[in-house]
């Protein structure tokens, strides 16, 4: 099982979620945060004065896969998120040891 | 005019009163609270609504009498009525305005005052404590506010030496633009200080008031439902426009994009700089005026304010200060006696220097007085109270410190 942490546009988030919907893949955590990658955010003019401004918007998507679905659902963000601009996130990718459904009990691929 | 109650005069001047009361609250208050950090958005409004609330009853207490009670050697109102004793029981009609009534007149000129004190506060958001402020507000209003409105408005020397100032130029922006700097110089810098909007929604509101209510503040001041009040309505909102296309004209060409806050400051430098001269000057100026008083200030907070290293949160200085002076000056340029009668001598353009040179000795003394004794009640207010709040409460924000409320909940 991995876990895929992947860090987008707060604009492309419904595009994502629409393919991994098509993928089967319905469960995942979702939040906002700001953060700043290589480029250090962006200048925002006020009054005729810049400012930089470090750390932007960003929303960051948990989901857990079974390892046999990581591609079909890694290329999924990277066609949806993908802008080609800077700022388009990340994606990190994690094994996760165990998987228990709080409900049920089940643990595993089952609990995905 | 005939002192006889005009229903018509009376209902635009209570119009026009409350035209001005929105500009305060919630005009300012919005404006002001949308361009801070999310941490002193109630802070910020908190200090635009206690400052009417305070300027309100000090001015039926003693204010209006101090302002337009009979002249004591050009300084200051005799005060006669205290509390407005007897006035609005007598039904009598306002001496300067003789169609309307006293009790009326006065509470026009009331939000006058509340306006002026409340624009300061946009220069020490972030980082002033409250209860010092509340105590700088009666204050000001009696050591600055209520001589200068006497010697312009009721009737004092600079009245007496031939200035003239319709709506405020003199005695609302330039008086709160000079005292706001003189206390940010006395505060000092925020630990961030940088201009960045929280929520520049309430800003568009806040302005979009401002400039509504503008046409109560000016063209009331005409004090009648006339000609007057006509001319000072259409020439009010060219400088506005003037002044909101100039200022996006400059962010084009300084930075290549037009920004929403650079046009809405545009026209609040537009609409703050034809204050003194709209009862005076016809559409051409108006539109000169809006359109250089924009440029001027501009530059006064992009260029200005940098070089200098004061921290004027919202450019109350920038905008007010420098535009009060500017407009006021432009009256000295501008004026023409066939817009209003009561000029004992047109401006330049009449090829008359008089009433230049009264403006100049005007705005100079009342901004070396603006200054001098807001930087004296800042220092007192300073070494008693303290003029600023702990650095953890600035770093976390006045609203959860100082209040005990959240502008934006999580949950």
Redesign the interface.
């Known amino acids: 099982m991995k876990r895929i942490i992947t860090i987008i546009r707060p604009d492309r988030l419904e595009a994502v979620k629409d393919a991994l919907e098509k993928l089967g893949i319905h469960g995942m955590t979702v939040e906002d945060v700001k953060g700043r990658g290589r480029q250090l955010g962006i200048t925002e003019s006020y009054r005729g004065k810049d400012y930089n401004v470090d750390l932007l918007p960003k929303v960051r998507l948990e989901i857990v896969v079974k390892a046999s679905d990581l591609d079909s659902v890694v290329n999924a963000i990277l066609e949806n998120a993908k802008t080609g601009d800077i700022g388009d996130g990340k994606i990190f990718i994690s094994t996760i040891e165990e998987v228990i459904r709080i409900r049920t009990g089940e643990r595993g691929k089952e609990a995905i | 005019m005939v002192a006889v109650l005009n229903s018509g005069d009376t209902a635009w001047m209570l119009i026009s009163t409350a035209l001005v009361i929105l500009m305060t609250i919630p005009g300012v208050a919005l404006f002001y609270s949308g361009l801070i950090k999310r941490q002193n958005v109630l802070n910020t409004m908190f200090l635009s609504f206690i400052t009417f609330s305070i300027v309100s009853i000090i001015w039926f207490v003693f204010g209006y009498d101090l302002v337009f009670g009979q002249d004591i050697y050009g300084l200051l109102g005799t005060m006669h009525n205290p509390f407005f004793n007897g006035i609005l029981e007598s039904k009598a009609l306002a001496p300067l305005a003789p169609t309307i009534p006293t009790g009326l007149y006065a509470i026009f000129q009331m939000t006058f005052a509340a306006i002026t004190v409340a624009l300061i506060s946009g220069a020490i958001v972030e980082r002033m404590k409250f209860s010092t402020w509340l105590l700088f507000v009666p204050l000001w209003l009696l050591l600055v506010y209520i001589p200068i409105a006497h010697w312009m408005w009721g009737g004092g020397w600079l009245a007496q030496l031939g200035a003239f100032d319709f709506a405020g130029g003199i005695v609302v922006h330039l008086s709160s633009g000079i005292a706001a700097l003189a206390l940010v110089l006395l505060l000092g810098i925020r630990k961030d200080m940088?201009?960045?909007?929280h929520n520049l929604g309430y800003s568009v509101i806040g302005a979009g008031l401002l400039w509504f209510g503008w046409f109560g503040f000016n063209a009331g001041s005409a004090l009648s439902a006339g000609d007057l009040a006509v001319s000072t309505m259409i020439v009010t909102n060219i400088s506005a426009a003037a002044g909101m296309l100039a200022w996006v004209l400059?962010?084009k060409l300084?930075?290549g994009?037009p920004?929403l806050?650079?046009a809405l400051?545009g026209a609040i430098a537009g609409l703050a700089a034809i204050t003194p001269a709209a009862g005076y000057v016809n559409i051409t100026a108006a539109l000169i005026i809006g359109f250089v008083t924009s440029i001027i200030s501009?530059?006064a907070?992009?260029?200005l304010k940098?070089l200098l290293g004061y921290d004027d949160a919202l450019?109350v200085f920038g905008i007010h200060g420098v535009c009060g002076i500017f407009g006021s000056l432009a009256v000295g340029i501008f004026a023409l006696p066939a817009i209003n009668n009561v000029l004992t001598s047109g401006g330049l353009i009449t090829g008359s220097f008089n009433l230049l040179i009264s403006q100049t000795i005007a705005i100079v003394t009342v901004a070396l007085y603006s200054f001098v004794v807001t930087w004296i009640i800042g220092k007192v207010l300073d070494k008693t109270m303290g003029l600023r709040v702990k650095d953890a409460d600035e770093v976390q924000g006045l609203d959860i410190n100082l209040h005990e409320e959240s502008g934006y909940r999580l949950s």
């Open positions: 940088r201009l960045l909007p400059m962010d300084n930075t994009k920004t806050l650079g400051s501009y530059y907070v992009s260029h940098p450019d």
